[in-house]
Nanobody, 124 residues
Framework: QVQLVESGGGLVQAGGSLRLSCAASGHILSSYNMGWFRQAPGKVREFVAA????????AYADSVKGRFTVSRDNAKNTVYLQMDTLKPGDTAVYYC?????????????????WGQGTQVTVSS
């Protein structure tokens, strides 16, 4: 069993930055690929970014490519999402997730464990 806890969300002005953290407990995080997803009010949950268990490969949604960076520190059992040049359209609850299969990294169904989410609000 893996427990995931996100932190770092908040209110920021457009053009600003936030760094989200996802801390894991209950299991060694290095066994899992990690993903970040987000869900805005009235919308379906969407893929944001993912990173392999080793950190040697990453993937991003087109909407965040060049602005967001996913990274991990397996020694700290933590995954990060650095979000720069934020836009009002980035406003959502952000979730981290852990899964075994990289082939499904952009599909929420391929992830086994989820955090409770952290709110990110970007004002114009």
């Amino acid at each position: 069993q893996v427990q995931l806890v996100e932190s770092g969300g908040g209110l920021v002005q457009a053009g600003g930055s936030l760094r989200l953290s996802c801390a894991a407990s209950g299991h060694i995080l290095s066994s899992y690929n990690m993903g970040w997803f987000r869900q805005a009010p009235g919308k379906v949950r969407e893929f944001v970014a993912a990173i392999t268990w080793s950190g040697d490969s990453t993937a991003y949604a087109d909407s965040v490519k060049g602005r967001f960076t996913v990274s991990r520190d397996n020694a700290k059992n933590t995954v990060y999402l650095q979000m720069d040049t934020l836009k009002p359209g980035d406003t959502a609850v952000y979730y981290c997730a852990a899964g075994r299969y990289w082939s499904g990294h952009s599909d929420a169904n391929y992830y086994n464990y989820w955090g409770q989410g952290t709110q990110v609000t970007v004002s114009s």
